[in-house]
């Protein structure tokens, strides 16, 4: 779901696009060699953890629903988004992955949309997740519903490699998996109760079958 340059793993290469489809007469379903990172892109640094759970006295400084229609056979998302009580908000991105060291996942392009401009897009197939996203800086805790409730993960965005490089993990960190191309949100979507059962047991978190 990212777009830029850079060494790519077959396994990457493999997954990250999902269920072929066209678009605007483009064969969206095949993977593309990129040779450069599109001009309005950025730099993508993230570094992503587990939680066993929730931690206790939290911080807590902004509350989000969160709703991502990753549309099949692209590196395309649709995201709805609300804070508790207001309105929602739209965004069209475009995550293409180009990992390199310095926490970077590789390439990002969002834009805003209107309530019709979402419409007609979420028209097209895609899969769907649901998770509500607690904002504790440097932190941002997802929560996730569906067949996924029970996981959570925490994320923290940088500017630089050194910034990232640089964080301080807190106690209710479990497992760093930024490197763990199966829970990037890509991944995750497609994913069965009994693969983040099997997945989180890998780093030592137990999670129940229902």
């Not at 001009?39 to 807590?60: D, H, K, M, W």
């Not at 050194?162 to 497992?175: H, M, Q, R, V």
């Amino acid at each position: 779901m990212r777009k830029g340059a850079g060494p790519v793993s077959s396994r990457s290469q493999t997954r990250s696009v999902r269920c072929g489809c066209s678009l605007a007469g483009l064969d969206l379903g095949q993977n593309v060699k990129v040779q450069s990172p599109h001009q309005y892109a950025r730099i993508e640094r993230e570094r992503r953890f587990l939680l066993a759970q929730f931690p206790g006295n939290a911080n807590v400084v902004r509350i989000r629903r969160i709703v991502d229609r990753d549309i099949d056979g692209t590196t395309l998302r649709l995201r709805e988004q609300c804070d508790d009580g207001g309105p929602s908000l739209f965004k069209f991105t475009q995550k293409v992955s180009a990992r390199t060291t310095g926490a970077q996942q590789g390439f990002i392009t969002s834009m805003y949309l209107t309530r019709d401009e979402f419409g007609i897009l979420a028209q097209l197939s895609a899969k769907t997740l649901r998770k509500t996203r607690y904002s504790m800086p440097p932190f941002g805790i997802d929560v996730f519903q569906g067949a996924l409730e029970g996981l959570l993960l925490a994320e923290a965005e940088f500017d630089s490699a050194a910034e990232a490089d640089s964080l301080t993990l807190p106690s209710f960190i479990s497992g760093e998996v930024s490197d763990d191309i199966r829970f990037t949100g890509g991944q995750l979507v497609c994913a069965s109760r009994q693969d983040i059962v099997a997945w989180l047991l890998e780093y030592g978190i137990s999670l129940g079958p229902s």
